[in-house]
């Protein structure tokens, strides 16, 4: 494993925490099929009260995307188009392996690494 892939492996950990400390459960991390990979899977569910015929939560397709610096573009612009389509293929693929009653949505988190530490933004519903 060299360095880029062990910051990544400890960036999606720490998101992972990041998430569990906001009341998410985590599903899965680092599912992978033939269409691509999802770095994590987490379930959002709804504290209040729910209505018959809605979602009672998300089920959440999250990329996570780390930077040191930014001077090429925030971390965010990464996740281009063609990424996107293989976060979709790959999310079919595993709504096809696991049934939920869960709306699925898709979440950027950005990781920076700055002069204060590390900062987390987390992009719900980053694109559609």
């Not at 899965?28 to 209040?48: L, V």
């Not at 995307?65 to 612009?77: I, L, Q, V, Y």
Request: charged share 35%; glycine share 8%.
């Amino acid at each position: 494993m060299d360095r880029s892939q062990l910051l990544g492996s400890t960036a999606e950990a720490e998101c992972a925490g990041y998430l569990r400390a906001k009341g998410y459960k985590i599903i899965a991390m680092n599912y992978s099929c033939r269409g691509g990979e999802i770095d994590i899977i987490a379930e959002q569910r709804r504290r209040t009260r729910v209505f018959a015929g809605t979602a009672r939560g998300f089920i959440v397709f999250v990329e996570v995307k780390m930077r040191s610096r930014r001077d090429f573009g925030e971390p965010r612009e990464a996740v281009t188009r063609r990424k996107q389509d293989r976060l979709r293929l790959a999310a079919s693929m595993w709504l096809a392996e696991h049934e939920t009653d869960l709306q699925p949505r898709f979440d950027v988190i950005e990781v920076l690494n700055g002069e204060r530490g590390q900062e987390f933004n987390h992009i719900e519903n980053a694109f559609e």
